[in-house]
């Protein structure tokens, strides 16, 4: 089985970056896609971002120009560069893999308006 840890999360002012980072580690033989996915308050849980092997992302249209996912698959960790932050990308945030595994805990991102 395998497992994931978020990390990177915290509280911003609109505007603000982060960087979320989130390690596999368990049963992994390879990886191919990594998503990073949310959970506003009250809302269900969305796509956000997705990356295979190779190089290749997906965005939401919410996030395109703002995100950028990458990974390093040496370390089996996926991140999530985020800048102008906005109030409503508020939300625990995680990430996961093609075919989905167990959730990690996620990680809160809150931005202040």
């Known amino acids: 089985q395998v497992q994931l840890v978020e990390s990177g999360g915290g509280l911003v002012q609109a505007g603000g970056s982060l960087r979320l980072s989130c390690v596999a580690s368990?049963?992994?033989?390879?990886?191919?896609?990594m998503r990073w996915y949310r959970r506003g308050p009250g809302k269900q849980r969305d796509l956000v971002a997705s990356i295979t092997s190779g190089g290749m992302t997906n965005y939401a249209d919410s996030v395109k120009g703002r995100f950028t996912i990458s990974r390093d698959n040496a370390k089996n960790t996926v991140y999530l560069q985020m800048n102008s932050l906005k109030p409503e990308d508020t939300a625990v945030y995680f990430c996961?893999?093609?075919?989905?595994?167990?959730w990690g805990p996620g990680t809160q991102v809150t931005v202040s308006s």
């Open positions: 368990g049963s992994i033989f390879s990886i191919n896609v």
């Open positions: 996961n893999i093609v075919p989905l595994t167990p």
